[in-house]
Every structure is written in C-alpha cells, then in structure tokens.
C-alpha cells in the first residue's frame, strides 16, 4: 500500500475547514494531480473531515488523510500521513500524541495504511509553526542535518519540508533533497502557478498545492501539467 506514494509528483491538500464547492472540487480531482491529502492545521473536526472524504470519493484518485489531531481520524481512507515533527522541542509533536493515540486506539490502528512523515517546519509566520513550536530558524545545511535524521537515522519514509504560505528558499529544499537516500521528499508551500509548481518540483519528489485552490484554483490547476 505504501508503494503507493511512490510515482506521486503532484498533490493537491485540501482542508476540511474551508468551503469548496462541487464544481471546484471537480476540477481539482480530475485535474491529473496523483492524489488528494486532506488535512489541516486548525478547525478540523470529525464531521468536516467525513464530510470532505465521501466528496472526493466520487472520484477515483487516491485519497489520504494527514492526522494532525486525534478528532479527525476516519475510516475509509487509502492512507493516513503521520506527520512527526523534526525541529520543535515540544516532544508532544514528535512522538507524544502519538503515544497517546496508540495507547488509546492500538487496537484500531491499521499499521499498514500508515505513512510516518518527517516533517521540518521552515516558515516561522505559519499556523503549524506557531502550534509546534518550531525552531525554523535553520540554513539549509541545518534542515538538510534534519532530513538526514528522519532519512537515515529514523528510516522514515517520507521528510516534508513546509514551508506552509509562503514560497519556500529553494537552495534550502534543493539541499534537503541532495541529503536523502531512500525517502521521498514533499514540498509544501506558496506553490501558486505552474511556474512556482516547476521550480519547485524541480528540487523535490512530490509538491504539495493547499491554499491556491482557495486563492485562485485557475492557476492551482495550473500546477499539475508543470510537473507532470
Ligand atoms: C500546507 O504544505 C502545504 O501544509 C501546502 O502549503 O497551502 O502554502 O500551498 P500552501
């Protein structure tokens, strides 16, 4: 099922607390992008995130859920994105909640579907960094000493590199990208027209498209056939 992540060059995130009507989540799922994420910093609820799920579901692409909050977990998904943050000292975001989870859910836990994701959190005026508590205040040699922590040390699967709002500094990713072996690198971050999708893609695995399918989804759409 993991392997799954595997061919993916292009994601589109979408949030369960924001509004999307038929027509634009239509032309976000049938766009060509590999697969839909959903999730979310804040407001994100059971009900909201059912909700969201049994929409895309009329279509066929992948969809995958990035737990941020135990509220928000759902059946049904393809996979769930377990986000473990690398460069905060709150170990609440690295393997606290975690804990918590399985204690609570071991039972339930579908361990297969799961995907662990290194995440370091580069853009300090974001909701994730805020909440995290991150330390974004890396070069690009101190992010990339992160990536190889959750590469090769952690053997996780997946290092995100966030750069959540704003365009990242794609020396820093380019770096982060040169320094892991067997992960797959995400971006995430200001990606907003098929210029910013190509340099972007161009340093990484997969990138990663939220707000712009709110901002302006001509141009969100846009990004797919850059990197495709
Ligand atoms: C957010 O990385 C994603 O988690 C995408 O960022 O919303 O800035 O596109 P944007």
Known sequence: ?????KPWR??????PDREIDDNALEAVCMSGT????????????????????????????????????????????????IPMVMNTADTKWITGQHQQAVEEYGYMI???LLVPEGYIILNSDSTVARMTGAQTELDAAGAAA?????????????????????????DTVKKIHQSVNTARLFYGGGIHDAETAAKAAAVCDTIVVGNAVYDNLKQAL?????VK
């Open 146 to 170: 992160y990536a190889q922590v959750a590469d090769k040390l952690m053997s996780l699967p997946v290092v995100y590199a966030e750069y959540s709002g704003t365009f990242g500094d794609m």
């Open 34 to 81: 590999d697969a839909i994420m959903v999730g979310g910093s804040s407001g994100v609820t059971y009900d909201n995130t059912v909700d969201l799920l049994s929409r895309v579901r009329r279509y066929e692409l992948p969809c995958v859920l990035e737990v941020s909050n135990l509220e928000m977990i759902v059946p049904g998904f393809d996979l769930y994105m």
């Open 222 to 226: 846009l990004t797919v056939k850059a």
């Open 10 to 15: 292009h994601v589109f995130k979408l949030d």
């Open 110 to 112: 579908p361990w297969d």
């Open 1 to 5: 099922m993991k392997q799954m992540i």
